[in-house]
């Protein structure tokens, strides 16, 4: 029974600040380590890659906010549902039962649009979340290479 008990409270320690604050640290402590303990032209190595990795995310994520302005400010959205429109007013003009196959078009159109939207903010966030830990990768690199020069 006070395995059980351990291990439940193992779980929800788990999602507390401190214990996650905890792990981030002692991952921490482990790369700063294994980047300590590389010779220096390792480290300039590592710096270099890291750099140009955070120079390149940064320049992708660029290019996604300017697609989504241009999106907005061109109006596309406005193209893309005078479109629907017109398939709608096609198909409607073509069948019998109009209110309904106007609705399934409307109701598919919407989710697309939606599923898509979702999928461009995921990828948007991960990009960002993956930006995050290079520049921290970054930052630990710089502060070992000070460190090394400093001696």
Do not use: G
Not at 99 to 119: N, P
Not at 125 to 144: A, C, G, Q, V
Request: with cysteine.
């Amino acid at each position: 029974m006070s395995k059980v008990n351990d291990k439940i409270k193992r779980c929800i320690m788990s999602m507390t600040f401190q214990e996650q604050r905890k792990k981030k640290i002692k991952q921490y402590r482990k790369e700063r380590k294994y980047i300590s303990d590389m010779k220096s032209d390792e480290v300039e190595f590592e710096y270099v890659e890291a750099k140009s990795r955070y120079e390149h995310d940064k320049s992708i994520l660029a290019i996604m906010m300017i697609t989504i302005l241009l999106s907005v400010f061109m109006d596309i959205w406005k193209t893309f549902f005078q479109s629907i429109e017109k398939v709608v007013q096609f198909v409607t003009s073509q069948q019998e039962n109009t209110a309904e196959v106007a609705r399934v078009l409307f109701v598919s159109v919407t989710v697309a649009f939606i599923m898509v939207s979702f999928m461009f903010f995921c990828i948007l966030i991960t990009h960002m979340r993956k930006m995050s830990k290079t520049y921290k990768r970054l930052i630990m690199i710089e502060e070992i290479l000070n460190e090394k020069k400093k001696k």
